[in-house]
């Protein structure tokens, strides 16, 4: 008999938390800013979408000012930041990505900036530039993990896709959670309206999970046959297939109440915590558990979240950060509403 000993050398996780951060935050800029230019393009003056706009507003100004933070701290530093300009690099999504998201959030910043002064005309415009720049956003950050083909469970065409999913569900979560500070909070035709758009972002993420599976058992996508693997190999992992299930059934099962409930301060800032929940917990799977899996060999890699500003200490000044900009724009909707609360600004 020969015992033989196996050794794995440790790496370094090449996804920081900031990644976690970042990609959850342009996912909710990246859909907030659809749903605002939806908001824009086909909800007439009066209508209950047009009360919706103060909080979509302020989702999109938080994602696009907060995002871009954790993207710099993610690179920490600055020369990579500066390389994608200098020596840019067509075949690569995230040297093409250099490009598209400063014209995004110049565009997202704009018409938070139009919708202040109020001129429905440029509104529209920028509203329609603003959308297909949001969808270049969402594609990129999309392809640019899809496209490491030695991570089966990155390699799929479904990432892109549950990716604009769950963002637009933790932006949904975030306007109602946003919309009770804000000045005249959240009207009854408003939280309805609300209901049923959660409601079929959730019903599109269960039918993009049916989708891989059958995808998967036809042979067309080697990710479901890894993650099996996965579910079958190591506790953990079918923990988080099992939590994953079970906010799903949260998110329905909280929505599918009268939307009445959501006028309710303490249910709407749970719903709206679930939503939001499940956006990010989505991400950290992806980017933290994905990397504890080797490419090659047995096992997982165990990782410990550092408790500094790579780490813990970063995710709750980000969160800080969200939470001040949450204060500034509240307080200036009340002190300083503008023309853009007026139902003109839709007109």
Same mark, same amino acid.
């Given at each position: 008999?020969?015992i033989?000993?196996?050794?794995?050398p440790?790496?370094? %996780? %090449?996804?920081?938390?900031w990644?976690?951060?970042?990609?959850?935050l342009i996912?909710?800029?990246?859909?907030?800013?659809?749903?605002?230019?939806?908001?824009?393009?086909? !909800?007439?003056?009066?209508?209950?979408?047009?009360?919706?706009?103060p909080?979509?507003?302020?989702?999109?100004?938080?994602g696009?000012?907060?995002?871009p933070?954790?993207?710099?701290?993610?690179?920490?530093?600055?020369?990579?930041?500066?390389?994608?300009?200098?020596?840019?690099?067509?075949?690569?999504? #995230?040297?093409?990505?250099?490009?598209l998201?400063?014209? *995004?959030? #110049?565009?997202?910043?704009?018409?938070?900036?139009?919708?202040w002064?109020?001129r429905?005309?440029l509104?529209?415009v920028?509203?329609?530039?603003? !959308?297909?720049s949001?969808?270049?956003?969402l594609?990129?950050?999309?392809?640019e993990?899809?496209?490491?083909?030695?991570?089966p469970?990155?390699?799929?065409?479904?990432?892109?896709?549950n990716?604009?999913?769950t963002g637009?569900l933790a932006?949904?979560g975030?306007m109602?959670?946003?919309?009770?500070?804000l000045?005249?909070?959240?009207?009854?035709?408003?939280?309805?309206?609300?209901r049923?758009?959660g409601?079929?972002?959730?019903?599109l993420?269960?039918?993009?999970a049916?989708l891989?599976v059958?995808?998967?058992q036809?042979g067309?996508d080697?990710?479901?046959?890894?993650?099996?693997?996965?579910?079958?190999l190591?506790?953990?992992?079918?923990l988080s297939l099992?939590?994953?299930?079970?906010?799903?059934?949260?998110?329905?099962?909280?929505?599918?109440?009268?939307?009445? *409930?959501?006028?309710?301060?303490?249910?709407?800032?749970?719903?709206?915590f679930?939503?939001? !929940?499940?956006?990010?917990?989505?991400?950290?799977?992806?980017?933290m558990?994905?990397q504890?899996?080797?490419?090659?060999?047995?096992?997982l890699?165990?990782?410990?979240?550092?408790?500094?500003?790579?780490g813990?200490?970063? #995710?709750?000044?980000?969160?800080?950060?969200?939470?001040?900009?949450?204060?500034?724009?509240?307080?200036l909707?009340?002190?300083f509403p503008g023309?853009?609360?007026?139902?003109?600004?839709?007109?």
């Open positions: 008999m020969q033989i000993e196996l050794l794995t440790a790496y370094e %996780a %090449a996804w920081l938390p990644a976690v951060q970042y990609f959850f996912g909710i800029a990246a859909t907030a800013a659809l749903t605002v230019a939806g908001l824009v393009l086909f !909800a007439p003056a009066g209508a209950p979408a047009s009360g919706l706009m909080a979509g507003i302020t989702v999109l100004a938080i696009a000012i907060a995002a933070v954790s993207l710099l701290a993610d690179l920490h530093q600055p020369g990579r930041f500066w390389h994608f300009y200098a020596h840019f690099t067509p075949w690569s999504w #995230m040297s093409i990505g250099a490009f998201l400063p014209v *995004f959030l #110049m565009l997202a910043m704009g018409l938070c900036l139009v919708w002064l109020g429905p005309a509104l529209r920028v509203a329609v530039l603003l !959308a297909i949001a969808v270049s956003i594609v990129y950050t999309g392809f993990v899809m496209i490491v083909r030695s991570r469970l990155w390699n799929t065409i479904f990432l892109p896709l990716f604009a999913l637009w932006t949904l975030a109602l959670w946003v919309a009770r500070w000045p005249g909070g959240l009207t009854a035709a408003s939280a309805a309206l609300l049923r758009l409601l079929a972002a959730a019903a993420l269960v039918l993009s049916l891989w059958l995808s998967g036809a067309y080697s990710s479901f046959h890894a993650a099996m693997r996965l579910f079958e190591f506790p953990v992992w079918r099992f939590g994953s299930a079970l906010a799903g059934c949260c998110v329905f099962g909280l929505l599918v109440r009268h939307s009445r *409930f959501l006028l309710r301060p303490g249910y709407a800032s749970l719903v709206g679930v939503m939001l !929940a499940a956006g990010w917990i989505f991400r950290w799977i992806i980017f558990a994905v504890g899996v080797p490419k090659y060999g047995a096992g890699y165990l990782y410990q979240m550092p408790l500094g500003s790579d813990l200490l970063g #995710m709750v000044g980000v969160l800080g950060l969200c939470v001040a900009l949450v204060a500034i724009a509240a307080a909707l009340e002190h023309r853009g609360m007026q139902e003109v600004s839709l007109a």
